[in-house]
């Protein structure tokens, strides 16, 4: 039998830990004609507020216990939400064992999420895992031909909008919507039990995975007009473009959202001095460290002017007025920052189609997080790349020993060259970059690449010569052969950081002192794809 169209909704049952605006939708409801079943603390709002309602406890005969963990785990609540209206054997069973039918369930869940966010111990966090409100969800959902069901207060007012249009009934179309909606959610609410708890072990790779998100906004398209996309929070609390406050500007593209979190994560890396990323396509462009978040800017698009033209910006460190001014004068996608002041923003509002994303405070790179990665059939999971070096972890490999403001640079471009895709060689001197090379399919390549732009820098910047001459290199991983290693110092590079591990390490080792360069292992590789 066909599924009906229109269900006039006569019984509901409402369980909400989240209680905001529950009186008022209750009232609606009643005034409908709707009879109430309720339980514990949302049974009280109600019966506070005068709104007439049934403990659940009342028709199942069977007492709340255990500390509200058992309520409404019984035969009566759940053969009224996955009772079928239009199969005889339902109705006489329903009829045979008193069990009335449930044509809305409005329940959020216990607030896991918010307890692990809130850093609560573990059996508080268990405590917090709710087992009733998905079993019921999920039986709403099931029988949605029959049943409707709210996850949240926007499900509720779509309800009642829809009742108030159609003389106390529901629409399928709705119906099949807001079950799809209460399997996402009680599927991204399991998401979080499960890799909370594989954390709580230290079990880095379950037999399962799964993963969680809930909408922040559609996106008018994805990587290309073709492609359609959307932006989904994971529940990280993670400072960045999840939790940013926009401030103002057209409406973010997947490209910019995709470009903003690299730049953003490439400024958190920088702690001590202020540093202004530029970001095109995912790779920076242009990075620089200053005295001021002022000079950072200038010295960053000084390293690349040409790139920087539609690119997006991050500062580690509050945008002053100053700043702001300097920046309205080159056309930008996107700025993110943990803060801005109030005189930065009132110039930046000038530029109204430019993105403001402000974050509050700055990530930690060192924290422990995870990346995915879809492949066909599959998906790619991994710690994400916090690995970091000091002074005190480079091994030096050639005579020449490096001095402090070597170790400073060479540290400075190793950090960048994390961040660039890869095969990656960056070139920096003074805490700026000055030759970028990014994802080539050789490493001399990159590094040739990066000195050609290093050209292009100093004639746009009418320097005499390019700024790689007497730089830092840094590559992502070990040389294969020494010929990377001569391009860079072809390019002028007088130092060299790289990972080490090559089989033939040592005529790189060899072709570095006789090039007369100080050269650094890491024992640490920054691939990244």
């Known amino acids: 039998m066909s599924s009906p169209d229109l269900v006039t909704i006569r019984r509901a049952l409402i369980s909400l830990s989240d209680k905001d605006g529950l009186e008022e939708?209750?009232?609606?409801?009643?005034?409908?004609g709707v009879e109430i079943l309720s339980t514990g603390g949302t049974l009280r709002a109600l019966q506070k507020a005068g709104i007439a309602?049934?403990?659940?406890?009342?028709?199942t005969g069977f007492p709340e216990m255990m500390d509200?963990?058992?309520k409404t785990l019984h035969p009566v609540v759940h053969g009224g939400l996955l009772g079928r209206r239009s199969h005889e054997a339902d109705r006489a069973a329903m009829s045979e064992h008193n069990i009335p039918e449930i044509d809305l369930l409005f329940v959020n869940l216990y607030p896991f999420e918010a307890t692990v966010d809130a850093g609560e111990d573990f059996e508080t966090c268990i405590e917090n895992i709710d087992i009733g409100g998905p079993a019921m969800l999920r039986a709403a959902a099931k029988n949605h031909p029959f049943v409707a069901v709210c996850v949240d207060n926007d499900d509720a007012d779509a309800v009642l909008d829809a009742m108030d249009e159609n003389n106390g009934a529901t629409p399928l179309t709705l119906r099949k919507a807001l079950a799809a909606k209460a399997y996402a959610r009680t599927g991204a609410y399991d998401a979080a039990v499960s890799g909370w708890f594989a954390a709580q072990i230290g079990e880095a790779s379950p037999d399962y995975r799964?993963?969680?998100g809930q909408l922040i906004s559609t996106l008018r398209y994805g990587e290309n007009p073709h492609q359609n996309a959307a932006f989904y929070a994971a529940g990280s609390k993670r400072p960045g473009v999840a939790t940013a406050r926009i401030v103002q500007g057209k409406a973010l593209s997947y490209n910019n959202l995709a470009d903003a979190d690299a730049a953003f994560e490439l400024a958190a890396e920088?702690?001590?001095e202020p540093v202004c990323v530029i970001v095109k396509h995912a790779n920076p462009c242009g990075v620089a460290l200053g005295k001021t978040v002022r000079d950072a800017w200038d010295r960053a698009l000084m390293a690349d002017p040409v790139s920087a033209f539609g690119?997006?910006?991050?500062?580690n460190r509050e945008i002053d007025a100053e700043t702001a001014d300097a920046l309205t004068n080159l056309f930008l996608e996107v700025i993110i920052a943990p803060g801005a002041s109030k005189a930065a923003l009132e110039i930046l509002a000038n530029k109204a189609n430019l993105r403001v994303m402000l974050t509050g405070e700055m990530p930690d790179p060192s924290e422990e997080s995870w990346t995915a990665k879809?492949?066909?059939?599959?998906?790619?999971?991994?710690?994400?790349?916090?690995?970091?070096?000091?002074?005190?972890?480079?091994?030096?490999?050639t005579e020449q020993q490096p001095d402090d403001e070597t170790v400073r640079d060479m540290l400075f471009a190793w950090t960048v060259c994390k961040h660039v895709k890869s095969n990656a060689i960056v070139y920096a001197k003074d805490g700026m970059t000055t030759g970028i090379g990014m994802g080539q399919t050789s490493r001399v390549e990159a590094a040739r690449l990066a000195a050609r732009k290093a050209v292009d820098i100093a004639r746009e910047n009418g320097w005499d010569q390019p700024a790689t001459i007497g730089s830092a290199c840094a590559s992502d991983a070990f040389f294969p052969f020494a010929d990377g290693l001569l391009a860079a110092v072809e390019a002028g590079a007088t130092s060299v950081i790289q990972p080490g591990g090559s089989v033939r390490d040592a005529d790189v080792i060899a072709a570095a002192e006789e090039a007369g360069v100080t050269m650094v292992f890491t024992g640490m590789r920054h691939f990244r794809h």
């Open 68 to 70: 509200g963990r058992l």
């Open 270 to 272: 920088f702690i001590d």
């Open 210 to 212: 799964t993963f969680g």
């Open 311 to 315: 690119g997006i910006v991050a500062f």
């Open 374 to 397: 879809t492949v066909a059939g599959g998906m790619l999971v991994q710690e994400r790349d916090r690995g970091q070096v000091n002074a005190d972890a480079l091994k030096t490999v």
């Open 53 to 59: 309602a049934r403990d659940v406890s009342e028709v």
């Open 25 to 32: 939708r209750a009232r609606r409801l009643v005034a409908l």
